[in-house]
T-cell receptor, first 116, second 112 residues
């Protein structure tokens, strides 16, 4: 069964460093998402991506964040200068697009980001 | 988005049916009810969704009341691996964009 994969599973970085989290969505899916979950908190939406551009983003997704789909298979989230409060689990998700009218998303296993 | 209300926690004996309720009294006519679950430290997992008819798949059944103001997710024979947080989410109006809003969900504990 096709699944969303994410690498690395755990990333430790120092404050101020740049990190790139990688995701391989399910092939033939058209919509891509990043969410984060701070330990013990809710799953929070960061950004959605469709047709090679951001379609929606939350207030969390500020200028320090960027997303890219560099090669038609990978979908990356970059944090330019990490802060302690960026420590969280980051989940990538994808969903099939039109003509499907169902909106279920398929999530990856997550990357645990620890900023020290 | 229509707001949902779920109990904070529930427990169930292994092998028995787990019935997880959700209230969504402000749901509008073209909004769907979606259920996801999140097993500890894993990504959310889609379970099932429905509009007004009852739905069943290999994971669960979804019963939606006739007035659509509430629904129940049924795991017919719960196993220990079904221990997870279950989220009931109402989709916004139709369109290309749909961003599920995850609340606190119901923490289901299945015990031996």
């Amino acid at each position: 069964e096709p699944e969303v994969t994410q690498t690395p599973s755990h990333q430790v970085t120092q404050m101020g460093q740049e990190v790139i989290l990688r995701c391989v969505p399910i092939s033939n899916h058209l919509y891509f998402y990043w969410y984060r979950q701070i330990l013990g908190q809710k799953v929070e939406f960061l950004v959605s991506f469709y047709n090679n551009e951001i379609s929606e983003k939350s207030e969390i997704f500020d200028d320090q964040f960027s997303v890219e789909r560099p090669d038609g298979s990978n979908f990356t989230l970059k944090i330019r200068s990490t802060k302690l409060e960026d420590s969280a689990m980051y989940f990538c998700a994808s969903r099939a697009g039109t003509p499907s009218i169902s909106y279920e998303q398929y999530f990856g296993p997550g990357t645990r980001l620890t900023v020290t | 988005d229509a707001k949902t209300t779920q109990p904070t926690s529930m427990d169930c004996a292994e092998g028995r049916a787990a019935n997880l309720p959700c209230n969504h009294s402000t749901i509008s006519g073209n909004e769907y009810v979606y259920w996801y679950r999140q097993i500890h430290s894993q990504g959310p997992q889609y379970i099932i969704h429905g509009l007004k008819n009852n739905e069943t798949n290999e994971m669960a059944s979804l019963i939606i009341t006739e007035d659509r103001k509430s629904s129940t997710l049924i795991l017919p024979h719960a196993t220990l691996r079904d221990t997870a947080v279950y989220y009931c989410i109402v989709s916004p109006s139709s369109g290309g964009s749909y961003i599920p809003t995850f609340g606190r969900g119901t923490s289901l504990i299945v015990h031996p």
